[in-house]
């Protein structure tokens, strides 16, 4: 794996996630909150959009976090992710992909 494999992994979670959530018929958690406000379509869509725009947050946040140019709570430092292979994922590259992933598709 490389870091944009990695991070389009990671993008892929969070939109497997958002597309969870906004099911009408889903059985996890999220869900059967989401239902249980008995929204409009109107709410449920700007609730789906607001659950998206947090979980990108999240998400972009702790990549750049791996990669050392964002803090991770309260502290910022250089990580080393590998993968199973021994490559290295973090070291500079998380950002500039990241970026592209999240925030410029």
């Known amino acids: 794996m490389n ?8 993008f892929k979670e969070k939109e497997d996630l958002v597309r969870t959530y906004s099911a009408s018929n889903g059985q996890t958690h999220v869900n059967k909150l989401i239902e249980s406000l008995d929204l409009t379509a109107k709410q449920k869509e700007i ?3 607001a659950i998206d725009g947090v979980l990108t ?8 976090g791996l990669d050392g140019v964002a803090s991770i709570g309260e ?3 250089m990580y080393k992710l590998t993968d199973e292979q021994g490559n290295e994922l973090t070291g500079g590259e998380i950002e500039a992909f990241a970026w592209e992933y999240f925030h410029n598709k």
Request: charged share 30%.
């Open 57 to 64: 947050d999240g998400f972009y946040t702790l990549l750049l």
């Open 3 to 10: 870091p944009e494999e990695f991070v389009k992994n990671v």
């Open 47 to 49: 609730l789906i959009e």
């Open 75 to 77: 502290k910022q430092e």
